[in-house]
Structure formats: structure tokens, C-alpha cells
């Protein structure tokens, strides 16, 4: 859309064209008796041109009027052209005498009066601005019948009114899960100078600029391709583009395996929550369906989506990992609605999954396809590679490798960022130039065999801590209530430490350390920090508001372990499909397999015991930070599995 002040100088020229027209038409007239007709005729027709260029220049057209005359700006556009029709008329008039200067006599000004209007040049032009001026006419009529509608809305809705708690009431009941978290966590790991291939490819542009037949773009790679990394770099760049542009809006949302359910109803009333916010408006209808008590079907959540969109002129939504949504069949059939039918026309989708045959099937057709299998993630994981290698302490005095560590893991890993993460951590483990050099000659071929790799490296003694953190971390997200927020590294270590007790009296319950953990799960675990690299504190105000209402909590402490400011999850969901997966039972290392249920009754098992040792009058009040406290929150929440 183009700049209002520049638009504004501009219609402000056109204007003092067609004042000296007008002047000039008036002064013939007024001092010539015989006059020719055609002079009247102009200044009439530049006189009505004025008063619509007036209306133009004091409106604040709607985007409705906009995509009447899209164009209605441009150099070629209406207004253009009309004011090329100007100057040329203006060029044929001849100057008022006092212009001219004395010698000029009446009849050689008639005499060039007569030769344009002879040759009928001044009526061709007429008549082309007498065309431009109608598709003006069309603009300003669309905006005047958007102000009527305004005004009808706003008598019909004189009898409802919403107050600022009831909003927030509405939002806070749509928005049952928060991505925001596992947002916050892609972005992190996302890597200056990545990604922005992505904004040059042709998929992308028909995406942004296409017709309305393509306004869903799937992104889809293999598992570890680094999907999710990408779709938040892509997620901060339309919030940047809508920053810029307040008649855009955007809403993203991340699936997760953990919640294990279909997204489609969640996705929506985030979205729809999103849409709220950003307008700053509830209609009737998402009212009456919060006031009716009843949790809102799919069929009645898109008809709110609709009525929401009527206040935006174009809306962005990202949806990633929709292959982790179990069942997906209905957030499938959400989607591809989104992206055909006509009630979302002002709506572009983005959705990143696996190349499953199910969501290819339903996609394949209504979207514009964009393989993560291109040269550009190649050179993405060589900067990713570069970046790791240059920033591990492990590495400072093996720079003489880095060339060759980094053309052999782009040239090994397939597109799998994950992969060549894997292989990094493995290396930084390794003591000397040449197991660096046999490791490069023996790489694994996929994800599978590297976790196959890393668990048979465990060593016997350390084979229990290890399963163990795995339960404890693996369970801790299946509290969805939780909202991806890691488990504390203090309460995890501790909470562990206790489980080996248990299983070996004559253990040392402070075995293990944050190094012992980092050391033997490096791979397996992602570690972050309790307060945000721009110094803001992470998500603990929905753990705080949980927390408070059932006393469990005071409020967040700062403490100087460093184990207390870290938290501990999954790095990446192939690693729980690897320890769930039928492959891992027929190998040496199936001590580790860790079925969905068996995570299930271990977790609540070991939770629900140390709860009962625990001892309330002397448990700390913060149980994110306190085992005991943990136990006995989290114990409230899973008896019902035991």
C-alpha cells in the first residue's frame, strides 16, 4: 500500500493543475463574448474532477475501496492517468492575456483557441478523463458504503456491549494451550544467517503475491530436517511485516507429540483468541458461545474464525508439526478448509509437517508444496555446522579440522540438521585428532543408528541414571498443564538421585552432577536457561497462577545453584519415537525402550512414592524449584494412573 503523505502531496498537485484550468477557462470566458462552448464544457468537467479529487484527499480510504481499484494510485493507475489528461489539456489552453504580456490581441487569441478545439484534441482528452473519473467515483463509492455499513453495525449492536474483563474472560477460555513456549525454544536454536533462502524461493513468492488458489504453503522434510526451527524464523518475519502494516495480523501455533490429541479444536480457538486480541473485539457470536457453557464443535469455532477475519485485510496463520497432532484427521480437514474456502479469502496458511502419505493425501492440491530437500538447507547446515564448531570450547585446538569436520557432516547429513547435531556432540567427545578422523570415516547413515550409537556407549554403571532421567523428563511433558515449560535440572537431578536409592540402598543419592547429566544425555536432552537470553524471565507466570491456586507456590525465587536456573527437556521428538519404536526392542540397547505407558506408570510411580516420603510442614513452598513440593503438585495430578 502506498505512503498516505506521499499520496496526499500528490493529489495536492493534481489539484493546483486543475485550479490553473479552471482560472485559465474562467478568464476566456469572462473576457472573450464568443467564446467557443468547448471552454464552458472544460472548465465544467475539470470543475467536477476537482471536487472528487477534494474527496479523495481528505479520505482515509478502506481497504475494501483499495481492492475495488487496487491500482488506483499507481503511475498507470486512474490518477495517473488523469493527471497526465491535465497537463496535456492545460498545454493547449492558451495563457490568460495578462501572461501573454500587452501585444497580444484578442483575435490572434482566438485564433489559438480555435486550432486544439478544431482538432478535437481537447475532447479526446475529456472524454478519457471523464473515463478515469468514474473508476475515482467507484473508490470513493466503495468507501462511502463501508461508512454505512459501520454506521448499520454499530445501531444494531447499541445493546451490546462487552467490558474489558468480559473480553479477557472470553480470551483466557479460548486459548486452552499456549505455543509460546515451544516458540520462544525453536527460535533460540535458530542460527544468524539461516533460513533466509526461504524468501527467495518461488514457493514463497507465489505464497505472498499469488492468486487466491494459493494461499496455503506446506513445508515438508524429513524428521531432523530443522522444520520447526525454520517456521519460527518464518513466524518472526510476518510479525515484523504486520508491525509495519496494522490492517495485517498473524497467529501461529506449534503441535506437540506429548499432548497426544487431535489440534484442530485448540489450533482454532488460539487462532481466534489471536484475532481477538489483535482487533480488540469480541462479536456476539463468540459471546454467546462462551456464555453458553458448552465446549464450541469445530463447524461452530470456523464461523467465529470467519466473522473475526472481516476485521483484518489480510491475516497470516502458521501452524507447525501438524504430523504430531494424534489423531490429525480433523486438524487436516480444518486447514485444508482454510485454504479453499471463499469465507477465508483473506487468509494465507503456512503448515510444516513430515511428507506423511495422510497429510499429502489432503494436501497435495490445495497447497503450494515446498520440500525441505534443496541446496540452500545444505548451505544452511554447513553454516549451522561452522557456527557449532567455532563456539565449542571442546574444539578451540582442532581448528586445523574444522574444514574437513564440516564438509564431510554437509555432505553426510541429507538435510537433517538433527543429524549433523548429533555427530557434532559425539566429535566434542572425542580426545584426540585421530578418533576425530575415524569417527568422520564412520558415520552413522540416519537418526536411528546415531541414538542406537549413543545409548550403546552408556556404559553399565550409568545405564539406570540414564533411563531414569529419560522417565522423568519424558513424563514431566506429558503434564500438559505444565506448557512445555522443562523440568527444573535441581528436582530432576534430585528426584533421580532418589530413584537410584531406592533401586540400590548403599548408592550415593549425590552421584550425579549437572556435568554427569549433560555428559551421558548431551544428545538426548536440551538444556536452557531459567531467564531469556534478552534478560526477560521465561514462562513461569502460568506455572505461578496454576501454583498459587493451589498453595503450592509463593512466587518465583532467584536462586544461586545453577542447577535451580536451568531446565531440562527432550531435544527433539525423534529421540522419544527412537525409545518407543519397535526397532529399539530387537537391538542391545532395548534396557532403554520407553513405551508411551511405560513412561506413563514409571513416572507416576516414582512421583506418587517420593510425594508419600515427603514432608509437608518441612517442604518449601516453591515446587518448581523443590523436589518434595514437585512430587506432592505433580502426585495430585497423576494418582489416577497409578
Not at 489539456?89 to 478544431?118: I, N, T, Y
Request: aromatic letters at 8%; a negative charge.
Amino acid at each position: 500500500m502506498a505512503d498516505p503523505v506521499s499520496l496526499g502531496a500528490s493529489i495536492v498537485a493534481f489539484i493546483e493543475v486543475t485550479d490553473r484550468i479552471i482560472r485559465t477557462c474562467k478568464y476566456w470566458i469572462e473576457t472573450i463574448q464568443d467564446a467557443p462552448k468547448d471552454m464552458q464544457m472544460i472548465m465544467g468537467e475539470v470543475i467536477s474532477l476537482r471536487a472528487i479529487l477534494d474527496s479523495l484527499n481528505a479520505a482515509d480510504l478502506h481497504p475494501i475501496s483499495m481492492e475495488l481499484v487496487p491500482d488506483l494510485f499507481s503511475k498507470a493507475g486512474p490518477v495517473g492517468e488523469i493527471r497526465s489528461c491535465l497537463l496535456a489539456l492545460e498545454g493547449l489552453l492558451p495563457r490568460p492575456a495578462f501572461e501573454l504580456g500587452a501585444s497580444k490581441s484578442h483575435r490572434k487569441v482566438l485564433a489559438e483557441l480555435a486550432w486544439p478545439l478544431k482538432e478535437s484534441k481537447a475532447r479526446k482528452l475529456l472524454a478519457e478523463i471523464s473515463h478515469h473519473k468514474s473508476t475515482l467515483l467507484l473508490a470513493i463509492t466503495g468507501d462511502i458504503v463501508h461508512g454505512i455499513k459501520d454506521i448499520k453495525h454499530g445501531v444494531q449492536n447499541l445493546d451490546y456491549a462487552i467490558t474489558e474483563n468480559q473480553r479477557r474472560d472470553i480470551v483466557y477460555w479460548l486459548q486452552s494451550t499456549d505455543p509460546s513456549p515451544l516458540h520462544n525454544e525453536a527460535f533460540k536454536k535458530h542460527e544468524k544467517h539461516t533460513s533466509a533462502w526461504i524468501f527467495k524461493s518461488h514457493e514463497w513468492n507465489r505464497w505472498m503475491q499469488g492468486a487466491e488458489s494459493e494461499r496455503f504453503l506446506w513445508i515438508n522434510g524429513i524428521p531432523g530436517a530443522g522444520k520447526t526451527v525454520l517456521v519460527s524464523f518464518i513466524i518472526e518475519h510476518l510479525k515484523q511485516i504486520c508491525r509495519d502494516d496494522p490492517e495485517c495480523g498473524q497467529a501461529y501455533y506449534y503441535c506437540h507429540h506429548s499432548r497426544r490429541r487431535d489440534e484442530a479444536a485448540p489450533f482454532l480457538r488460539w487462532v481466534i483468541g489471536q484475532l481477538c486480541r489483535q482487533s480488540r473485539w469480541v462479536p456476539r457470536q463468540l459471546k454467546q458461545l462462551h456464555d453458553s457453557g458448552c465446549e464450541p464443535s469445530i463447524p461452530e469455532l470456523e464461523n467465529a474464525l470467519e466473522v473475526m477475519l472481516s476485521r483484518f485485510r489480510c491475516f497470516y496463520v502458521v501452524i507447525d508439526a501438524v504430523d504430531e497432532s494424534e489423531p490429525r484427521s480433523d486438524l487436516l480437514a480444518v486447514i485444508a478448509t482454510m485454504a479453499i474456502d471463499r469465507r477465508f479469502g483473506n487468509l494465507k496458511v503456512l503448515a510444516s509437517s513430515r511428507p506423511y502419505f495422510d497429510i499429502a493425501r489432503v494436501f497435495s492440491g490445495v497447497s503450494v508444496a515446498l520440500p525441505m530437500d534443496n541446496a540452500a538447507v545444505a548451505e544452511d547446515i554447513r553454516a549451522f555446522v561452522r557456527a557449532r564448531l567455532t563456539t565449542s570450547r571442546h574444539m578451540m585446538r582442532r581448528r586445523h579440522l574444522f574444514a574437513e569436520i564440516e564438509d564431510t557432516l554437509v555432505h553426510r547429513a541429507q538435510g537433517m540438521f538433527r543429524w549433523a547435531e548429533c555427530q557434532i556432540r559425539t566429535i566434542e567427545r572425542l580426545r584426540n585428532e585421530q578418533q576425530i578422523r575415524a569417527a568422520l570415516r564412520n558415520l552413522p547413515k540416519d537418526l536411528a543408528e546415531t541414538y542406537h550409537r549413543i545409548f550403546e556407549s552408556i556404559l553399565e554403571t550409568d545405564r539406570l541414571f540414564v533411563r531414569s532421567v529419560l522417565v522423568w523428563v519424558l513424563g514431566h511433558e506429558s503434564a500438559l498443564w505444565l506448557n512445555h515449560q522443562g523440568i527444573n535440572a535441581a528436582v530432576l537431578l534430585q528426584a533421580v538421585a532418589h530413584d537410584l536409592h531406592q533401586a540400590d540402598p548403599s548408592s550415593d543419592i549425590t552421584t550425579y552432577s549437572l556435568e554427569d547429566l549433560e555428559d551421558l544425555c548431551g544428545c538426548l536432552i536440551s538444556v536452557s536457561a531459567d531467564i531469556d537470553e534478552d534478560g526477560s524471565a521465561t514462562n513461569h507466570n502460568l506455572l505461578q497462577s496454576i501454583s498459587a491456586e493451589g498453595g503450592f507456590l509463593s512466587g518465583k525465587r532467584v536462586s544461586s545453584n545453577p542447577e535451580e536456573r536451568l531446565f531440562i527437556h527432550l531435544a527433539h521428538y525423534t529421540v522419544a519415537e527412537y525409545l518407543s519404536s519397535s526397532m529399539i526392542l530387537q537391538t542391545p540397547v532395548s534396557y532403554f525402550a520407553l513405551s508411551a505407558r511405560s513412561v506413563e506408570s514409571e513416572f507416576a510411580l516414582s512421583v506418587m512414592r517420593q510425594a508419600l516420603s515427603a514432608v509437608p510442614e518441612g517442604t518449601a513452598t516453591d515446587w518448581i524449584f523443590d523436589r518434595e513440593a514437585y512430587c506432592l503438585t505433580i502426585g495430585c495430578t497423576r494418582k489416577d494412573l497409578l
